[in-house]
């Protein structure tokens, strides 16, 4: 998006101070299940049988993260969000626990929103300086976590706008309600965050089609204002291969952690 300065702002200063506890690859949380479940996916694993490892807990906390000018209430409950928009898979593993037990929580609502390849989102189409049609829910969306608290959420790899780097939108909610529409209502929202991407594979990314069409300058995560260089603890994903090449996309798991009382 061309965010005016005031929006750069308005993403500037995280909401609320409520802590969650995010863990991810070396430093995943230890769930409250029997056995070791297996390892984040590999080119050869299948992205919805994943669960991170069961390991020592190690709970790092982290403030939640502002929530943005481009969410939209009422979208989608489905596993895929992408409407055929072009660029790289990017097949999410989020893992959902409580904070103080580290239990995963199943039935929680983990929705995302993101820009696509050349920076705009749905329903605020040209705001980065392209003309496509705007049915206002493509990359958009959310599913419910199963009984290992692991929502899996099919999409592709996010662009970048002026002003914020290459970033996920996130927002953890329980007690809702699927509608006949397929969309959801009430419930209580438990978490809203930001999910990043590694800057080395976002470089690469840029490079290939259609990132490549993206002429807005890209802004790093060491430039952004919200990343602030802490890792999983603030919402790195680790991001696996689906394959070969760049444009064969990736698995990125991380697991939230959040207050549930």
């Known amino acids: 998006m061309t965010d005016s300065p005031s929006k750069d702002m308005s993403e500037a200063t995280p909401l609320g101070r409520r802590t969650v506890l995010i863990a991810t690859g070396a430093t995943a949380a230890a769930l409250a299940v029997g056995a070791a479940a297996p390892a984040a996916p590999t080119p050869a694993t299948d992205a919805a049988d994943a669960v991170p490892a069961a390991a020592a807990a190690v709970c ?123 969309s959801f209502t009430g419930g209580r929202e438990l978490h809203t965050g930001q999910l990043f991407c590694s800057e080395t594979i976002t470089a690469a990314m840029a490079k290939v089609s259609p990132y490549s069409t993206n002429t807005v300058t890209r802004t790093t995560l060491a430039q952004d204002s919200i990343y602030d260089d802490g890792g999983a603890s603030s919402g790195l994903l680790t991001l696996t291969a689906l394959g070969s090449t760049t444009s064969a996309g990736y698995t990125g798991t991380l697991t939230l952690g959040v207050e549930t009382s």
Not at 73 to 102: F, H, S
């Open 60 to 182: 790092t906390l982290t403030k939640e993260m502002t929530e943005g000018p481009y969410y939209l209430d009422g979208q989608l409950v489905r596993a895929n969000v992408t409407e055929g928009k072009a660029g790289a898979p990017l097949k999410l593993v989020l893992t959902v626990v409580d904070d103080d037990t580290c239990v995963p929580i199943s039935n929680a609502l983990v929705e995302i929103w993101h820009c696509d390849a050349l920076g705009e989102y749905s329903g605020f189409v040209g705001n980065n300086g392209h003309s496509e049609p705007d049915d206002g829910t493509f990359l958009r969306g959310g599913v419910l976590t199963n009984a290992s608290g692991v929502a899996n959420i099919t999409t592709i790899y996010p662009g970048w706008y002026r002003g914020r780097c290459v970033h996920i939108h996130v927002k953890v909610h329980t007690g809702v309600t699927l509608t006949s529409d397929g």
